[in-house]
């Protein structure tokens, strides 16, 4: 009996590891890293048994306090839940070994042990938020992840992270009232926070006040639109994103967007349920939202020249494919979607990573300035081209594997001009990825040879960045262990209620 | 502030306060009120002091590595509690079937684990309060 | 359609919470002094307190509070008022946390009018 307490292990002991950082007196050394490292490994290692054991067995639900289904919060465990929760931790132990050596020269030594708290309360929201089956649980974790997430930007103090934090916080606050706002209007009606038993009541509800979760799903949609950065909302993404720490940046952009996307397809599909939500008209909308995301993500970054902010804006473009595929209401789109966030969490966090590694050597930011860089620092580009090979959707690599999947269901939902729109999409993504390695492996240096910050690139950035890359291009070459875990766990949300 | 009225009107009521503050606390569970509401009461009567007597006698009367530690020992005590329940076979927090005393309705010592973990959060909510303050006013 | 004043009498409080909201939201769109936004938010959360409460009202019932020598009676639903305890931590804890950003943006920039701070802005992005 004691394997299915799993998801209590691994967050009790992330919570309690991130409560007693601050006790530690010594300044932060060897030993604290190696103790972080070793508590990261122990919960990977539960995550990896939990989710062999789902895919053994039958996903299962687990209550807290031993009370019924109604009474107690319920944590619902399924395939893609134990999927997601093993990449985040995957994630997050290379992120943080890339930062061991990395977050010295960006902010003060003061201030390491509560960056690391932040952390570490960051990861176990985010598994918490993936996990449960309950509104106002959600609601809660989704609090303790909007705070941390800004405070890991506002850790760093120059002037423009300081407007960038504030603009980020104030939003969230305007989403997070906004959600606030539609679970009520639908605890209102049903009478009920569990997501299951919502969903057996709906039917129901629709037909005596339609308006009611018309208006529920209106102020979710724009919460959670602010909150993962869809088109007209997407505002404080790049700010936010560009002017962090790197490991910050490579933690936002990769895994804590995704989180919320996750809630969303959670609440559409199993709270309300796919015949309301094409019934009412939000899938239009969704579709309309994600196909304009997708190119004025692309075409905003055609114009930056800041390198870090130009892949901000390549991650508001990644974001409309996600939803696109949500919003198509079939299974196809679903899995597609599913598989487009775990790809795009790797090549983002490749990316990033690699863009941070060329800014701690040389302090170059702008693009232009890159001619000849692949020369002196020839595993970092490598690694970069990898990723940039993936968002244009080059054969071998995870991104074209998740395009290949997005344009078989779009084209099943009947939507071709769709297909249309991901191709011009995918163009727009090599005309702004492509010049940076071009100019970089081809172009000769004109005038002097460039100044070296510092000498050496430490060990540890190098060998966390291949690891990522070399997780993407796994995923690529064999698709299939991911995709059948996902369409294994579709009909949990679309549909069919297990009864659990 | 200086004010000889602030100061001794502070110095006779801040006993009440705390005692109120406490009251709001071991009575959660019968009472409107929990671990909340009775640490920020206990809280402003902290604030108040540092309110009328200065910076730094505020420090010297609730320093920072004893409310750092309340807060550390108030979540792993409220874990503590829960592992109780896996302990005994059963999923996390549980109540009554974990062996916790449950007593009859009405009296202060009743209801299983709810008057422990209130009395943890109600520690932790006070000494997060009282730190915010404090790093708030030291910023100058 | 008819409006007779029984309609409105019977749901101000879901009026008024809905009217407290569209001032906050108005609150932190127009002024640009960063305190006056962040009271706006202040504004929004209160009225959603507000909203969730007056749910879980029944007419005519007592406060749930079990009583044991008064014997059982109709209590109001208990549930969204220990909603709104965690609602109001994470009102303070949103507002804490703003006023120390800004009290950093206050020794930044010498000043926390948003328009100011733009011109700053952009006076030291063209350099």
Known sequence: ?500 | MDDLFVKVTTKMILPFIQIYGIYVIIHGHLSPGGGFSGGAIFAASIVLYTLAYGLHKGQKRMPHSISSKVETGGILFYIGIGFVGILAGYPFLTNKAAGFPMGELGKVMSAGLIPMVTVAIGLKVMSTIVTLFHTMLEED | MKLDLSLIANNINYIGAMVLFIIGLYTVLTHSNLIKKIIGINIMETSIFLFFVSIGYVKGAVAPILDPSTGEKIFVNPLPAAMILTGIVVAVSITAFSLSIIIKIHEAYGTIELDEIMKIRSVEVDE
């Open chain 1, 1 to 500: 009996m004691s394997s299915l307490h799993f998801p209590v292990y691994i967050l009790m002991l992330l919570l309690a590891f991130a409560v007693t950082i601050p006790l530690h007196k010594k300044p932060y050394g060897r030993k604290f890293q190696v103790l972080m490292l070793s508590v990261l490994g122990v919960s990977w290692v539960m995550a990896l048994l939990e989710l062999l054991k789902v895919l053994w067995d039958a996903p299962y639900s687990y209550t807290f306090g031993n009370y019924e289904r109604g009474i107690g919060i319920e944590f619902l465990v399924d395939e893609f839940s134990a999927l997601m929760t093993l990449v985040v931790l995957t994630l997050s132990v290379l992120i943080i070994i890339y930062a061991l050596r990395d977050l010295e020269h960006e902010i003060e030594s003061s201030r390491m042990y509560s960056y690391f708290t932040l952390v570490f309360l960051m990861i176990f929201s985010m598994i918490g938020m993936i996990f449960t089956n309950d509104m106002f649980n959600l609601y809660v974790f989704m609090e303790i992840l909007s705070l941390t997430s800004v405070a890991i930007i506002a850790i760093k103090k120059k002037k423009d992270t300081l407007m960038a934090s504030m603009k980020y916080l104030m939003m969230g606050a305007i989403a997070s009232v906004t959600i606030l706002m539609g679970i009520a209007l639908i605890y209102m009606v049903t009478g009920a926070l569990n997501m299951s038993e919502i969903n057996l009541e709906i039917s129901r509800v629709w037909a005596l006040y339609p308006r009611n979760i018309l208006l529920a799903m209106g102020f979710m949609l724009t919460g959670f639109g602010i909150k993962a950065a869809i088109f007209p909302l997407h505002n404080w993404l790049p700010d936010a994103h560009s002017s962090a720490p790197t490991p910050s940046s490579a933690l936002l952009s990769g895994l804590v967007v995704k989180a919320y996307v996750f809630a969303i397809a959670k609440i559409m599909y199993r709270v309300i349920g796919e015949n309301i939500s094409v019934n009412i008209g939000i899938t239009n909308y969704i579709i309309i939202f994600a196909v304009m995301s997708m190119i004025m993500g692309s075409v905003f970054a055609l114009t930056q020249r800041d390198i870090k902010r130009r892949l901000a804006y390549s991650s508001v473009s990644q974001i409309g494919y996600i939803f696109l595929g949500l919003a198509l209401a079939s299974e196809l789109g679903f899995s597609a979607a599913l598989f487009h966030v775990i790809s795009h969490a790797f090549m983002k966090s490749a990316l990033f990573l690699s863009a941070g590694a060329i800014i701690y050597k040389t302090g170059i930011r702008d693009v232009k300035k890159l001619d000849g860089i692949g020369y002196e620092m020839p595993i970092t580009m490598t690694v970069f081209s990898v990723g940039v090979l993936g968002m244009i959707g080059i054969p071998g690599t995870s991104g074209f594997m998740s395009k290949w999947y997005l344009g078989l269901a779009v084209l099943d939902a009947g939507h071709p001009e769709l297909l249309a729109v991901i191709l011009i999409s995918s163009f727009l993504n090599a005309l702004y990825y492509l010049p940076i390695i071009i100019s970089a492996f081809l172009r000769e240096r004109p005038g002097k040879p460039l100044v070296m910050h510092r000498d050496k690139l430490p060990r540890t950035m190098k060998v966390s960045m291949v690891i990522v890359a070399l997780g993407s291009i796994l995923i690529g070459l064999f698709p299939h262990l991911v995709m059948d875990i996902i369409q294994r766990a579709v009909p949990t949300f679309i549909g069919i209620n297990l009864g659990l």
